[in-house]
């Protein structure tokens, strides 16, 4: 079975700083995607990036980009020129895209999240 | 573009009533569609999904059943609740087999008492 940790409850930064949130993960697949979901006070799942395992290079979402390292099968979410309107909890998410039970119809794994502050 | 919706966002029900909590999703048809359980400080547990129309595979043993009798509607049901029933509900639908990416509703969080 997949498992995604997440080491860090809980990280703080100051704002327009940069911060980087840890993720690791199991599987014996060779085909996934990766993603980061932010889920700020009122509860609403957001997603930040994703990362096809294929893809070599890092995904990049303006002030938001990984550290896909498939070997070591470690996952970080950079938040540059972080904001007060960053503070969320976020998680890390896995799925499987190979058949028969893939082609998007698995649900995600999560770890159980990252409790993100940032300092005024 | 697509907007998915969830009713009640709250709600509190005794041990041992009925649940029943809605989702629909607007603006693309034939979606996967995923219910997640969300216990307080932890992460999203999958509960069951749905390919289609009366197609559901469920991911956990418990007294919830899932069902899907409209393309994009997809309710969580139970006959009796239980105390560890209570926690945030967010229904999920993503594209089959496009970016693999979910897009949440805003959830239920159900308090059972």
Known sequence: AQTVTQSQPEMSVQEAETVTLSCTYDTSESDYYLFWYKQPPSRQMILVIRQEAYKQQNATENRFSVNFQKAAKSFSLKISDSQLGDAAMYFCAYTHTGE???????GLTFGKGTHLIIQP | SQTIHQWPATLVQPVGSPLSLECT??????PNLYWYRQAAGRGLQLLFYSVGIGQISSEVP???SASRPQDRQFILS???LLLSDSGFYLCAWSRLRSSYEQYFGPGTRLTVT
């Open chain 2, 78 to 80: 139970s006959k009796k």
């Open chain 2, 62 to 64: 418990q007294n919830l």
């Open chain 2, 25 to 30: 999703v607007e603006g693309t048809s034939n």
């Open chain 1, 100 to 106: 028969p039970s893939g082609g998007g119809a698995d």
